[in-house]
């Protein structure tokens, strides 16, 4: 089981740039992928970006292809979400998880671990 801790999120304005971070702890974690999805209030959980463990294979949502990056840090534990000219139809609950399968996915129903989330507002 993986355990996942988000942070990063805030209020910004449109065409601002927030970063968000995903902390991964627990056993072989060498094994798993992890992702980003989001939900806006009344919505269902939408597919942002995926990454896998080595950082060598991405996927990213059509919405957000040309704006967001997702890539790992130091340590390769730790997954950003880079996010550039926001807009408001970015607001939301930001949630990371994590897939053992490492499709890179964007179906919720592959992942196995998720975080709490962390909200982003982008106010116009």
């Known amino acids: 089981q993986v355990q996942l801790v988000e942070s990063g999120g805030g209020l910004v304005q449109v065409g601002d740039s927030l970063r968000l971070s995903c902390a991964a702890s627990g056993h072989d974690l060498a094994s798993y992928s992890q992702a980003w999805f989001r939900q806006a209030p009344g919505k269902g959980r939408e597919f942002v970006a995926a990454i896998s463990w080595s950082g060598g294979r991405t996927n990213y949502a059509n919405s957000v292809k040309d704006r967001f990056t997702i890539s790992r840090g130091s340590p390769k534990s730790t997954v950003s979400l880079q996010m550039n000219n926001l807009k408001p139809e970015d607001t939301a609950g930001y949630y990371c998880?994590?897939?053992?399968?490492?499709?890179?996915?964007?179906?919720?129903?592959?992942?196995?671990?998720w975080g709490q989330g962390t909200q982003v507002t982008v106010s116009s």
């Open positions: 998880a994590s897939d053992y399968t490492q499709r890179l996915s964007g179906g919720p129903h592959e992942y196995d671990s």
